[in-house]
Structure formats: structure tokens, C-alpha cells
């Protein structure tokens, strides 16, 4: 008997997040580990009146495939991978690791090939995404293998992920629905702002040009669990949108590699320099495997105060309430910037010891909390 969590987490995920209709193609994808959680969303997907179509491909693949791809393969996209892109309706992804470092003796060189060659893949998937003509939503479903990362048991890894979900609420939806209201309070504020600057005690000091760009609300439809505001830098801007140094508090993980101690200098928009303690071949490689991979993409404030421990996942690292993070790479349409590489790499910095948020001239946050109430993690909210 699987575990009823799963059960609601799926109707969470079908009726909530991503609110398929009837008619919709649905691409649930997944490793093998993640059956239970995969047959819970197919039958919600056949209830909803949706046509599900599963891709279950196991982790070991991509080994193989490193291991022995000739540099014809590495660049080759799939039509039939180019026309799913295309064509499927909504997008519900699974992330289930048994190995998270399985890939972390990859020549990184072939890694940025095959990253850069699903470059226009992935613009079809974010344009059709920002035109509303695809709808997506990634999860993870608890292994082993991310409960060693986070240094917890299996159980105990299981009921962190289900509650950063709110699953252990009566009404899990009804929860999201209201961190949506206050999490708009964020957005209604940031919207038409020009300037945003993050200043950290260990030596952060980047500046971000916002003006003309849109602030999005995520509250559970993308990610989930969920908890942040996002935008993009406007790259068009006289000072290339982005500036200054950031000194990322936790190891950077991307293709199972951990990067250490990463500083990114930007100049124009652009890095200009960067170094690492840990992995900065690695690093240096990602960030120039295209034209748009040195450019920063993103920039977003984690506002998820229920998640508050480094667990070397991204999808919840970078909702820690009192972080802000910054991926270099592609851009997400809809907030207006176009920046376009086969890389989306979040990093993480933590404002919680000694950090501000400072918007125009004013400081919203302080030590990771924002200053005004009513809004994430505080009174009111």
C-alpha cells in the first residue's frame, strides 16, 4: 500500500498546480523509484478526464550515455523529443535520485555540449510556458539517496519534503491559496521598482537593474513545495543589468557536482570572473558552454519560512525563507528577460546572518526577515 501522502500530494499537483483539464496531453516523467508516487498522478490525470503519457527513465542511462556518446551524439536533439516539446499540454516532472553523484566523474566538457545543444528545446519550453500554451510543474519524490545529502534519515527526509508541502495540513490547497495572497504583497511592491541590491557580513554586493521587468508569484504551480518571487535582470539596461560580487553561502549543485565556496563577479550583466573552492574547472566550464550561460537569468528572494535547512536540493534550497538566489543561464519569458542557454543554474545565498534587501533606497529585509508586516514569515501574513 503506498503511502497516502502521495495520494494527496498528486491531487495537489493535478487539481492545484498544474489544473489539468480534460482533453490535455500530460508527460509525467520520473525515474523507476518514483512508481508509486507516478501511479498516484496517473490515475488523478485519468480522473481529471486528461490523456497521462509516462516517460520512467532510470538515472543509470545517463551514465551510460556520457560514457560512451560520441561528440555527434552529445549535440543530437530528438525530433520526437523536439515535437513532445511542442506538443504536450502540461508538464509534471519527477525528481527521484538513487545516486546524486553518479554523474560527478562526467567529463564536465561533454556535459556542456549536450547542455547546449537542448539550448532550443528549452526556449520552446519557456516560450510556450510565458504564452500560457504549457503548463509545468516539478516535484521531488524522497530516495536514499537525497536524504543522505541532507544529512537525515529516510523517514525523517520524508516528512521534511511532505510538510514544506503543507501535506500535513487539512486543506493543503486552501494553505498555498493564502501564501499566494501574501506572497503577492511582495510582487505588488516590487513590480515597477528600477533597482534591487543584496548586500550579505561576507562581502556580497550585487545590484540588480529590474526596471521595465516583471516580478512573478510562485505559490505552488511550478515548483512544489514553492516560496519565492522572481524576475529577471533587464539585460538592456545602460549598465547591463547586473553588477557587483555575490559570495554564495552554500555548495552549488548541478549534473551531481558540488561547487564550493562560489564568487561571481558580474560586470554588464555578464561574469566577468569566477572562482571556487571545490569544482571550479566544473564551474568555469558550465558557465561557458554558450553565449548565455555567462549571463545571469534570474534573480528571486526565497520566501518559504517553513524550510530553513540546507539539504543540497535546489528545489528546496532556493525557497529557504531569508536567501536570495541567482541563476546564470536561461531567462524565463515572462518576466521580460530573453537570455537564452542550454545552462539554468541556481546558487543560493543566505541573508540570515548579517544580510539586507535594499529596493530604491530602502531595505526591505533585514537578517533574512522582511521588514514590513503582513508580508512572508511575519505577523499578519
Not at 547546449?116 to 500554451?133: L, Q, V
Not at 516580478?215 to 519565492?228: L, M, Q, R, V
Not at 555567462?294 to 531569508?322: M, P, R, V, W
Amino acid at each position: 500500500m503506498r503511502d497516502s501522502r502521495l495520494d494527496k500530494l498528486a491531487s495537489v499537483l493535478v487539481h492545484y498546480a498544474t489544473g489539468i483539464k480534460p482533453g490535455q496531453l500530460v508527460r509525467l516523467s520520473g525515474e523507476p523509484i518514483a512508481i508509486p508516487l507516478i501511479e498516484a498522478l496517473y490515475e488523478q490525470v485519468l480522473k481529471a478526464g486528461a490523456h497521462p503519457q509516462v516517460r520512467c527513465t532510470p538515472d543509470s542511462l545517463q551514465e551510460i550515455f556520457f560514457a560512451h556518446a560520441s561528440d555527434e551524439q552529445l549535440k543530437y536533439v530528438s525530433p520526437l523529443t523536439q515535437h513532445e516539446y511542442e506538443t504536450i499540454d502540461v508538464s509534471i516532472g519527477l525528481w527521484a535520485e538513487t545516486n546524486t553523484k553518479a554523474l560527478s566523474r562526467v567529463d564536465p566538457k561533454k556535459q556542456g555540449v549536450a547542455s547546449a545543444a537542448r539550448r532550443d528545446i528549452m526556449a520552446t519550453f519557456m516560450k510556450r510556458a510565458a504564452d500560457g500554451d504549457l503548463t509545468w510543474c516539478g516535484t521531488l519524490y524522497p530516495t536514499l539517496a537525497s536524504a543522505q545529502d541532507a544529512e537525515m534519515s529516510l523517514t525523517d527526509y520524508e516528512n521534511f519534503v511532505f510538510n514544506a508541502g503543507h501535506l500535513d495540513k487539512p486543506d493543503p490547497v486552501a494553505q498555498w491559496q493564502q501564501i499566494e495572497k501574501t506572497q503577492q504583497r511582495v510582487v505588488d511592491y516590487l513590480n515597477g521598482t528600477r533597482e534591487i541590491r543584496f548586500q550579505t557580513a561576507n562581502g556580497t554586493d550585487l545590484t540588480v537593474n529590474v526596471q521595465g521587468m516583471t516580478w512573478i508569484n510562485c505559490c505552488g504551480h511550478e515548483n512544489f513545495p514553492d516560496g519565492e518571487v522572481f524576475t529577471g535582470p533587464n539585460l538592456n539596461a545602460a549598465d547591463g543589468g547586473v553588477n557587483g560580487l555575490v559570495r554564495y553561502s552554500f555548495p552549488a549543485v548541478h549534473h551531481g557536482r558540488e561547487v564550493h565556496d562560489i564568487e561571481l563577479t558580474f560586470e554588464n550583466g555578464r561574469v566577468a570572473k569566477a572562482t571556487a573552492s571545490k569544482n571550479e574547472d566544473f564551474l568555469l566550464d558550465m558557465l561557458k558552454q554558450d553565449e548565455g550561460a555567462g549571463t545571469l537569468g534570474e534573480i528571486a528572494i526565497g520566501t518559504n519560512y517553513s524550510i530553513q535547512q540546507y539539504t543540497k536540493n535546489t528545489l528546496f534550497d532556493e525557497k529557504i525563507g531569508g536567501t536570495f538566489h541567482a541563476a546564470v543561464g536561461s531567462g524565463y519569458p515572462e518576466t521580460g528577460n530573453l537570455n537564452q542557454s542550454g545552462l539554468h543554474w541556481d546558487m543560493v545565498c543566505d541573508l540570515r546572518t548579517g544580510g539586507t534587501i535594499t529596493v530604491d533606497g530602502e531595505v526591505i529585509s533585514r537578517d533574512g526577515k522582511f521588514v514590513f508586516d503582513n508580508w512572508p514569515g511575519n505577523k499578519g501574513a
